[in-house]
């Protein structure tokens, strides 16, 4: 395939669009449009951008692909999106599957000799990867979520926390049968049961903020993604709801440290939230 053909390709993905507003995609593309004199230059850039996350194309090209909030997913979260869209996204992976197998000299022929040779996976199956991640998307989930699992609320959008508390359960002595309902409520909700909304009191050090941490860090493999709402962000919390209805994950939203003077209009709207309305949770 020739230098322009991959780039009407990559300029032609519908479902996973996405894929070309982040890196190494957008410094690929780069490459691809850029002409003769500043390709060298380019093809630089794209390598660059590639092995700050590791020397395999077939593999980066792969994890993108694995993680991508695609369109397929928005509509059906994971689940069947129709046999145009279903269509669409196989022969995208059809062409993202060549690109990833392709080596340096395949995609650009001629490419200066003194420019290293990325790695690849001549056998890899983003079919296979992809229908075997879609199948697990409820404990592995999509996008940020799918790299991710604390998450704050800046400025009404979500934002991950990227070095959340490392706490873990077993560094928590004692309370352990106060534990065992939280943790059983949370179970009860990775399950698809019937599940509480929580109210943790107590004494200052006494590891309820602690609890839901691990909590949040114990249950990530399965599906877990923990919230932090602060008591001034109580309002947004309906239209976060709206946008987490169709992901596959469960989420717990964490209001630490909850208290109210007697004229505290967040109470109302607290009260509001949990007493629901006309839309289902």
């Known amino acids: 395939m020739l230098r322009n053909e991959w780039l009407a390709h990559l300029d032609g993905l519908v479902v996973f669009r996405g894929l070309l507003a982040a890196e190494p995609l957008c410094a690929l593309r780069a490459a691809l449009a850029a002409d003769d004199a500043a390709l060298t230059g380019a093809v630089a850039a794209f390598e660059a951008a590639l092995f700050a996350r590791g020397t395999n ?21 994971g689940q069947d999106a129709g046999p145009v869209l279903e269509k669409a996204m196989d022969d995208e992976l059809d062409f993202l599957q060549a690109l990833g197998r392709a080596p340096l000299d395949e995609v650009f022929p001629g490419a200066a000799a003194f420019l290293p040779r990325w790695q690849v996976t001549p056998d890899a ?38 070095y959340p508390d490392p706490q873990r359960l077993s560094e928590l002595p004692g309370y352990e049968q106060e534990r065992e309902k939280v943790i059983a409520n949370t179970r009860a909700l990775l399950e698809g049961r019937p599940a509480n909304n929580v109210l943790l009191y107590g004494d200052a050090g006494t590891g309820k903020s602690s609890t839901v941490k691990a909590i949040a860090n114990e249950f990530a493999p399965d599906g877990l993604r923990l919230i932090e709402v602060k008591k001034n962000q109580l309002y947004q919390i309906p239209a976060l709801m709206d946008e987490l209805a169709k992901n596959p994950l469960k989420f717990i939203l964490f209001i630490d440290d909850l208290s109210f003077a007697s004229n505290d209009d967040n109470f109302a709207a607290l009260k509001a939230i949990l007493e629901g309305g006309v839309g289902g949770r």
Do not use: S
């Open 57 to 77: 194309w077939t593999d980066a090209l792969l994890e993108a692909v694995l993680e991508d909030e695609n369109l397929c997913l928005k509509v059906a979260a």
């Open 125 to 162: 199956d983003y079919h296979a990867a992809y229908a075997a991640r879609r199948a697990a998307m409820g404990q592995k989930g999509y996008g940020m979520f799918a790299r991710h699992h604390v998450f704050a609320l800046e400025e009404g959008r979500l934002v991950p926390v990227r």
